[in-house]
Nanobody, 124 residues
Framework: QVQLVESGGGLVQPGGSLRLSCRTS????????IGWFRQAPGKEREGVSC????????SYATSVKGRFTISRDDAKNTAYLEMNSLKPEDTAVYYC?????????????????WGQGTQVTVSS
């Protein structure tokens, strides 16, 4: 049974940091690309970052480039999203997703399995 479980969300002040985790089970993560997405109230889902399999090339949305870092630990079946210099506009539910393949995409339609999401709120 494929499962993705996000954790690490919460309330943080502007300028603060959070580290999201995505723990996976039921499949071999090595063969999958990983994406992080977010959806704010009243807005469409947005691709935030993704990491390919193997050497792990990465891609970031322009809005988070230089502030967020995606990584993966296949031995632990876990992916991470390190978020620094957080802004109120980063407030959203954050989801991780996986897709079988080599090269990742920020297009959510490319992903097969999704987690339930974790809330990130950036507010003073």
């Amino acid at each position: 049974q494929v499962q993705l479980v996000e954790s690490g969300g919460g309330l943080v002040q502007p300028g603060g940091s959070l580290r999201l985790s995505c723990r996976t089970s039921g499949f071999t993560l090595d063969y999958y690309v990983i994406g992080w997405f977010r959806q704010a109230p009243g807005k469409e889902r947005e691709g935030v970052s993704c990491i390919s399999r193997g050497i792990g090339s990465t891609s970031y949305a322009t809005s988070v480039k230089g502030r967020f870092t995606i990584s993966r630990d296949d031995a632990k079946n876990t992916a991470y999203l390190e978020m620094n210099s957080l802004k109120p506009e980063d407030t959203a539910v954050y989801y991780c997703a996986v897709a079988f393949g080599r090269v990742c995409s920020l297009n959510g339609g490319s992903y097969n399995y999704w987690g339930q999401g974790t809330q990130v709120t950036v507010s003073s």
